[in-house]
Every structure is written in structure tokens, then in C-alpha cells.
């Protein structure tokens, strides 16, 4: 699966030449809670085709959409210092088959959209924060 190439609008970047996005592997390791091993290679590229369609502020919405954060429950923190460290949320992530959200690991979904990990917590992020933006 292979994306379009284009030029970068942004600043530090601006008027470079980005390479096209490709979709790489399925997912490695399969859980049972998770069904990765639903998804086909052709669901796949029917997925990475519609979302690279998409203008940048869909796509944000669209991960937003497809991916659940929730809480931790319970943190164990012994020292007051190491509280502004420990994990705050547990992220679940989806995909859609058949208008269903099936669940899959965080490494068939990156890898199916052909996306970066901080560029999706920084868009949860600012969505789930604040979601007038």
C-alpha cells in the first residue's frame, strides 16, 4: 500500500518533498482479546486509501474516533515525585470492519494508517482535552 507524495507546508519543512506513506506489516502478535486477525490485507488498503483521502483536520478526528482513552485506574506511587511520571491513560485502538469497531493492537493500527505514535497522542491529546478544536 503506498500513499501519494507531496510538498510540506510547514515552517521548519516548507516546500520539501515528502516521500509517499506506505502501509508495513500486519500485526506480529496476536491477542485474543484483540482481533487483529480479522482485519484482511484488503480491508487494510481500503482503510489506509480512505484515510490518506482525508484533509489533515479529518484525519485527526477520524484517529479520535477510532481510538479510546480511559483512565488508569490505579497507580501505585510510593514517592510524590514520581507521580508526574507514571502513565496516565490506557489507550485502545480500533479499526472499522463491516461499520463495526473491531479492536487491534496499537501496531496494526499505526502500521495500517502509515502514522507516527507521538503524531497520534499529540491529536488524542488536544481532541479529548478540548473538543471545540
Not at 472499522?96 to 502500521?111: A, Q, T
Request: with cysteine; aromatic share 12%.
Amino acid at each position: 500500500m503506498e500513499g501519494k507524495a507531496y510538498t510540506c507546508a510547514s515552517k521548519p519543512r516548507k516546500g520539501r518533498m515528502v516521500e509517499p506513506q506506505k502501509c508495513t506489516d500486519q500485526c506480529l502478535n496476536p491477542v485474543t482479546t484483540r482481533k487483529c486477525h480479522i482485519i484482511t490485507e484488503e480491508d487494510r488498503q481500503q482503510m489506509f486509501s480512505l484515510f490518506w483521502s482525508m484533509t489533515w483536520d479529518e484525519k485527526k478526528i477520524w484517529v479520535s474516533n477510532m481510538i479510546d482513552r480511559r483512565t488508569v485506574q490505579e497507580q501505585s506511587t510510593i514517592e510524590p515525585d514520581e507521580a508526574n511520571y507514571r502513565k496516565k491513560y490506557s489507550y485502545y485502538y480500533f479499526l472499522n470492519k463491516d461499520g463495526e469497531r473491531v479492536p487491534v493492537c496499537k501496531h496494526l493500527f499505526l502500521s495500517t494508517l502509515c502514522i507516527g505514535e507521538k503524531s497520534v497522542y499529540k491529536w488524542i491529546d488536544k481532541l479529548k482535552s478540548d473538543p471545540s478544536s
